[in-house]
């Protein structure tokens, strides 16, 4: 099946920190922007924020700045999202998009604009 599939979610507790990957599956993720998404229950899907192609470029939404840092490999077709100090508002489904055309993907998502490739997500729960 040709999409993104994320891993590296679990439970954390506040303050603590864990990374998540975001592995293409059947396409060559280094040709694509990446933007990273999370859904809280009962809320709409968020944009955190974006990398280009060749990982040049990065910005993120004011909620995660300075806590949240995308990163990406290309020669292992992964890209990352490595999140520090997570408060129980970090609590969501996160997921992973990536487009080839669309490179304002790096800075921004209008909502519901389709994307070449999703994932079906990983679950982060910040609790104590």
């Known amino acids: 099946q040709v999409q993104t599939v994320e891993s590296g979610g679990g439970l954390v507790q506040p303050g603590g920190s864990l990374r998540l990957s975001c592995v293409a599956s059947?396409?060559?993720?280094?040709?694509?922007?990446v933007g990273w998404f999370r859904q809280a229950p009962g809320k709409e899907r968020e944009f955190l924020g974006g990398i280009s192609a060749n990982g040049d470029t990065t910005s993120y939404a004011d909620s995660v700045k300075g806590r949240f840092t995308i990163s990406r490999d290309n020669a292992k077709n992964t890209v990352y999202l490595q999140m520090n100090s997570l408060k129980p508002e970090d609590t969501a489904i996160y997921y992973c998009?990536?487009?080839?055309?669309?490179?304002?993907?790096?800075?921004?998502?209008?909502?519901?604009?389709?994307?070449?490739?999703w994932g079906p997500g990983t679950q982060v729960t910040v609790s104590s």
């Open positions: 998009a990536a487009d080839y055309s669309f490179q304002e993907l790096i800075v921004g998502w209008p909502p519901n604009r389709p994307l070449d490739y």
């Open positions: 059947g396409f060559h993720l280094a040709e694509h922007a």
